[in-house]
């Protein structure tokens, strides 16, 4: 399994700003993962993140509203930029090991 | 259509009742199938893995798959109150890049003394 870490673990912010979501990971993995899981709704891909590239978006997100940063094999950053109601969710980062994806304990945010 | 078809419930069963929970999935090129346990307020929880059809047997869970009729199950045995939670199941067509995951709705379940 994987030991996977997320700050903040919650947080409420006001329309227009942004938050930086941080993902930390026990040991080296070649692929993280950022889903969004809305409520009522499934888990939704954001982006695919690869160390030393520039992160791979899903059809409906793009680098401007959601910035990724890989600096390395055990962290990555997650972006919500200009932030408004309908982005309102549980972040929650993964990890890739061998076949199976593990999950962090996500980040939920409410902006008003 | 959604990709994955997966009922919301609530599902409420007794105490040591069989729980059934299932999927539907439109998509052939799915070879990887799993089930997460998501309590409220955590994370997805990694339960079942199974690639392709067949069986998987692990203590009171089993995993279905039925590729030929797109039907994926998760079967719980003696179900307990711990085990109370969503359950979502997940699929991909592949590993390493080919990775990505597509998750049904979930299923709430209630498992009552």
């Known amino acids: 399994s994987a030991v996977i870490s997320q700050k903040p673990s919650r947080d409420i912010c006001q329309r227009g700003t942004s938050l930086t979501i941080q993902c930390q990971v026990d040991s080296q993995v070649t692929m993280m993962f950022w889903y969004r899981q809305q409520p009522g709704q499934s888990l939704t891909l954001i982006a695919t993140?690869?160390?030393?590239?520039?992160?791979?978006?899903e059809s409906g997100f793009v680098i401007d509203k959601f910035p990724i940063s890989r600096p390395n094999l055990t962290f990555s950053t997650l972006t919500v930029s200009n932030m408004s109601p309908e982005d309102s969710s549980i972040y929650l980062c993964s990890v890739d090991r061998g076949n199976e994806q593990f999950f962090g304990p996500g980040t939920r945010l409410t902006v008003l | 259509q959604k990709e994955v078809e997966q009922d919301p419930g609530p599902l409420s069963v007794p105490e040591g009742a069989i729980v059934s929970l299932n999927c539907t999935y439109s998509n052939s090129a799915f070879q990887y199938f799993m089930w997460y346990r998501q309590y409220s307020r955590k994370g997805p929880e990694l339960l079942m893995y199974t690639y392709s059809s067949g069986n998987k047997e692990d203590g009171r869970f089993t995993a279905q798959v039925d590729k030929s009729s797109k039907y994926i199950s998760l079967f719980i045995r003696d179900s307990q109150p711990s085990d109370s939670a969503t359950y979502l199941c997940a699929m991909s067509e592949g590993t390493g890049t080919a990775s990505k995951l597509t998750f049904g709705t979930g299923t709430r379940l209630q498992v009552t003394l």
């Open positions: 993140a690869n160390q030393g590239s520039e992160a791979t978006y």
